[in-house]
Protein backbone atom coordinates (compact mmCIF):
# COMPACT_ATOMS: atom_id res chain seq x y z
CA UNK A 1 0.00 0.00 0.00
CA UNK A 2 0.91 3.23 -0.74
CA UNK A 3 1.80 5.83 1.73
CA UNK A 4 -0.32 8.69 2.21
CA UNK A 5 1.97 12.17 1.40
CA UNK A 6 3.39 13.85 4.41
CA UNK A 7 2.81 17.58 4.56
CA UNK A 8 6.30 18.37 3.17
CA UNK A 9 6.13 16.03 0.60
CA UNK A 10 3.40 18.10 -0.39
CA UNK A 11 4.77 21.29 0.29
CA UNK A 12 7.75 19.88 -2.20
CA UNK A 13 5.70 18.74 -4.79
CA UNK A 14 3.98 22.30 -4.97
CA UNK A 15 6.89 24.92 -4.80
CA UNK A 16 8.25 22.20 -7.57
CA UNK A 17 4.58 22.56 -9.63
CA UNK A 18 5.42 26.27 -9.06
CA UNK A 19 8.75 26.38 -10.50
CA UNK A 20 7.50 24.08 -13.49
CA UNK A 21 5.14 26.83 -14.15
CA UNK A 22 7.37 29.86 -13.90
CA UNK A 23 9.76 27.93 -15.79
CA UNK A 24 12.34 27.65 -13.15
CA UNK A 25 14.44 25.31 -11.37
CA UNK A 26 13.06 23.87 -8.17
CA UNK A 27 16.51 24.40 -6.61
CA UNK A 28 16.21 27.98 -7.39
CA UNK A 29 13.81 27.90 -3.81
CA UNK A 30 14.52 27.01 -0.37
CA UNK A 31 11.49 25.72 1.67
CA UNK A 32 12.06 27.57 5.25
CA UNK A 33 10.03 25.91 7.54
CA UNK A 34 8.63 28.33 9.98
CA UNK A 35 8.56 26.23 13.32
CA UNK A 36 7.89 29.01 15.51
CA UNK A 37 5.98 28.23 18.60
CA UNK A 38 6.09 24.66 17.67
CA UNK A 39 7.88 22.21 19.98
CA UNK A 40 10.67 20.27 19.21
CA UNK A 41 8.35 16.72 18.91
CA UNK A 42 6.94 18.58 16.05
CA UNK A 43 10.39 19.76 14.64
CA UNK A 44 12.18 16.40 14.51
CA UNK A 45 9.92 14.30 12.44
CA UNK A 46 10.29 17.10 9.72
CA UNK A 47 14.12 16.83 10.84
CA UNK A 48 14.09 13.01 10.09
CA UNK A 49 12.20 13.27 6.50
CA UNK A 50 15.19 15.45 5.86
CA UNK A 51 14.33 18.97 6.16
CA UNK A 52 17.09 21.36 6.89
CA UNK A 53 16.18 25.02 6.98
CA UNK A 54 13.83 25.99 9.66
CA UNK A 55 12.52 29.86 10.53
CA UNK A 56 12.26 31.27 13.88
CA UNK A 57 10.78 34.55 14.70
CA UNK A 58 11.94 34.70 18.17
CA UNK A 59 15.79 34.45 19.44
CA UNK A 60 14.56 33.21 23.26
CA UNK A 61 12.62 30.87 21.78
CA UNK A 62 15.12 29.81 19.48
CA UNK A 63 17.57 29.51 21.77
CA UNK A 64 15.53 27.01 24.10
CA UNK A 65 14.90 24.93 21.28
CA UNK A 66 17.59 24.75 18.22
CA UNK A 67 20.96 23.81 20.52
CA UNK A 68 19.67 20.61 21.57
CA UNK A 69 18.29 19.53 18.30
CA UNK A 70 21.23 20.78 15.64
CA UNK A 71 23.24 18.59 18.12
CA UNK A 72 21.66 15.63 16.22
CA UNK A 73 21.05 17.04 13.09
CA UNK A 74 24.50 19.70 12.53
CA UNK A 75 23.58 19.72 8.69
CA UNK A 76 20.54 22.38 9.94
CA UNK A 77 20.47 26.06 8.52
CA UNK A 78 18.54 28.02 11.03
CA UNK A 79 16.73 31.89 9.50
CA UNK A 80 15.33 34.53 11.78
CA UNK A 81 12.47 35.83 10.17
CA UNK A 82 10.75 37.62 12.99
CA UNK A 83 11.67 41.11 13.96
CA UNK A 84 15.30 41.94 16.21
CA UNK A 85 15.65 43.93 18.81
CA UNK A 86 19.37 45.83 18.49
CA UNK A 87 20.03 44.36 22.05
CA UNK A 88 19.70 40.73 20.90
CA UNK A 89 22.25 41.06 18.16
CA UNK A 90 24.37 38.97 19.56
CA UNK A 91 22.82 36.06 20.32
CA UNK A 92 20.82 36.39 17.07
CA UNK A 93 24.43 36.25 15.41
CA UNK A 94 25.47 33.54 17.28
CA UNK A 95 22.45 31.23 17.08
CA UNK A 96 21.51 32.02 13.28
CA UNK A 97 22.99 31.67 9.90
CA UNK A 98 20.27 33.87 7.82
CA UNK A 99 18.78 37.27 9.09
CA UNK A 100 15.40 38.00 7.64
CA UNK A 101 15.02 40.97 9.53
CA UNK A 102 17.70 43.72 9.13
CA UNK A 103 15.52 47.14 8.23
CA UNK A 104 17.16 50.73 10.29
CA UNK A 105 20.24 51.64 10.93
CA UNK A 106 20.28 50.94 14.37
CA UNK A 107 19.84 47.43 13.56
CA UNK A 108 22.99 47.10 11.31
CA UNK A 109 25.06 49.09 13.75
CA UNK A 110 24.31 46.50 16.14
CA UNK A 111 24.87 43.26 13.82
CA UNK A 112 28.14 44.07 12.10
CA UNK A 113 29.23 44.57 15.28
CA UNK A 114 28.10 41.82 16.39
CA UNK A 115 29.45 39.77 13.35
CA UNK A 116 33.10 41.64 13.86
CA UNK A 117 32.97 40.37 17.83
CA UNK A 118 31.73 36.90 17.10
CA UNK A 119 34.24 36.93 13.74
CA UNK A 120 31.28 35.31 12.02
CA UNK A 121 29.35 36.96 8.88
CA UNK A 122 25.48 36.22 9.06
CA UNK A 123 24.15 36.97 5.56
CA UNK A 124 20.94 39.01 6.12
CA UNK A 125 18.19 39.92 4.26
CA UNK A 126 16.88 43.85 4.39
CA UNK A 127 13.09 43.30 4.80
CA UNK A 128 11.27 46.01 3.04
CA UNK A 129 8.08 47.85 4.44
CA UNK A 130 5.67 47.70 1.09
CA UNK A 131 2.45 47.86 3.06
CA UNK A 132 3.28 51.05 5.37
CA UNK A 133 2.77 48.49 8.41
CA UNK A 134 4.83 50.09 10.90
CA UNK A 135 4.05 47.19 13.40
CA UNK A 136 5.98 44.79 11.41
CA UNK A 137 9.00 46.09 10.56
CA UNK A 138 10.37 46.94 7.72
CA UNK A 139 12.19 49.87 5.96
CA UNK A 140 10.48 52.17 4.07
CA UNK A 141 11.14 51.92 0.19
CA UNK A 142 12.38 55.41 0.34
CA UNK A 143 15.33 54.60 2.87
CA UNK A 144 16.23 51.19 1.54
CA UNK A 145 19.20 52.54 -0.72
CA UNK A 146 20.66 54.22 2.40
CA UNK A 147 20.38 51.08 4.27
CA UNK A 148 21.90 49.01 1.60
CA UNK A 149 24.88 51.02 1.56
CA UNK A 150 25.23 51.10 5.08
CA UNK A 151 24.95 47.67 5.62
CA UNK A 152 27.59 47.10 2.72
CA UNK A 153 29.86 49.37 5.19
CA UNK A 154 29.43 47.53 7.88
CA UNK A 155 30.83 44.46 5.93
CA UNK A 156 27.16 43.07 6.47
CA UNK A 157 26.39 40.32 3.72
CA UNK A 158 23.36 41.13 2.17
CA UNK A 159 21.28 38.00 0.65
CA UNK A 160 18.42 39.90 -0.67
CA UNK A 161 14.77 41.24 0.03
CA UNK A 162 12.20 40.08 2.42
CA UNK A 163 8.72 41.34 2.35
CA UNK A 164 5.46 40.89 4.72
CA UNK A 165 2.51 42.04 2.78
CA UNK A 166 -0.63 43.07 4.38
CA UNK A 167 -2.49 40.08 5.48
CA UNK A 168 -6.20 39.66 3.74
CA UNK A 169 -5.09 41.65 0.57
CA UNK A 170 -3.93 40.04 -2.94
CA UNK A 171 -0.42 39.82 -2.42
CA UNK A 172 0.92 39.33 -5.74
CA UNK A 173 1.35 43.42 -6.32
CA UNK A 174 3.64 43.16 -3.67
CA UNK A 175 5.16 40.22 -4.69
CA UNK A 176 6.39 41.52 -7.91
CA UNK A 177 7.39 44.97 -6.60
CA UNK A 178 10.36 43.15 -4.13
CA UNK A 179 11.30 41.54 -7.06
CA UNK A 180 11.64 44.40 -9.17
CA UNK A 181 13.22 46.35 -6.18
CA UNK A 182 15.99 43.27 -5.96
CA UNK A 183 16.45 43.37 -9.42
CA UNK A 184 17.33 47.29 -9.58
CA UNK A 185 19.46 46.78 -6.87
CA UNK A 186 21.35 43.53 -7.80
CA UNK A 187 20.54 41.42 -5.16
CA UNK A 188 19.74 37.69 -5.46
CA UNK A 189 17.45 36.51 -2.67
CA UNK A 190 13.84 37.37 -2.37
CA UNK A 191 12.33 36.17 0.43
CA UNK A 192 8.48 36.42 0.13
CA UNK A 193 5.35 33.96 0.27
CA UNK A 194 4.31 32.07 3.53
CA UNK A 195 1.36 29.21 3.52
CA UNK A 196 -1.38 30.69 2.17
CA UNK A 197 0.94 32.61 -1.25
CA UNK A 198 4.26 31.10 -1.64
CA UNK A 199 3.04 29.69 -4.93
CA UNK A 200 2.26 33.06 -6.28
CA UNK A 201 5.86 33.86 -4.33
CA UNK A 202 7.49 31.79 -6.49
CA UNK A 203 5.85 32.46 -10.14
CA UNK A 204 7.03 36.01 -8.86
CA UNK A 205 10.60 35.37 -8.37
CA UNK A 206 11.26 33.92 -4.66
CA UNK A 207 13.70 32.31 -3.68
CA UNK A 208 13.11 31.66 -0.31
CA UNK A 209 9.31 30.37 1.16
CA UNK A 210 8.69 30.82 4.47
CA UNK A 211 5.77 28.63 5.25
CA UNK A 212 4.87 27.24 8.81
CA UNK A 213 1.19 26.44 9.06
CA UNK A 214 0.93 24.08 5.66
CA UNK A 215 4.20 21.95 7.22
CA UNK A 216 3.30 22.03 11.05
CA UNK A 217 -0.49 22.82 10.89
CA UNK A 218 -1.92 25.50 13.11
CA UNK A 219 0.24 26.96 15.77
CA UNK A 220 -0.30 26.87 19.28
CA UNK A 221 -2.21 29.48 20.88
CA UNK A 222 0.02 32.03 22.37
CA UNK A 223 -0.13 33.47 26.24
C1 LIG B 1 4.85 33.06 10.98
C2 LIG B 1 5.56 33.59 9.81
C3 LIG B 1 5.56 32.90 8.58
C4 LIG B 1 4.79 31.61 8.33
O1 LIG B 1 3.43 31.83 8.27
P1 LIG B 1 2.40 30.66 7.84
O2 LIG B 1 1.22 31.39 7.37
O3 LIG B 1 2.15 29.84 9.06
O4 LIG B 1 3.05 29.87 6.77
C5 LIG B 1 6.28 33.45 7.53
N1 LIG B 1 6.97 34.59 7.67
C6 LIG B 1 7.01 35.28 8.84
C7 LIG B 1 7.79 36.53 8.91
C8 LIG B 1 6.31 34.80 9.93
O5 LIG B 1 6.33 35.49 11.08
Given at each position: MEKAETPLQHVQATIAQACQIARR????VTLIA?????PAAAIEPLLREGQRHFGENRVQEAQGKWPALREAHPAVQLHLIGQLQSNKADDAVAL?????SLDRPSLVKALGKAMDKADKRVPCFVQVDLGE????GGCPVAELPALLDQARSADIPIAGLMCLPPADIEPAPFFAFLDKLARDHGLEGRSMGMSGDYETAIKLGATHVRVGTALFGARPPQD
Open positions: EPGEVSKMHFDVIHEQQK
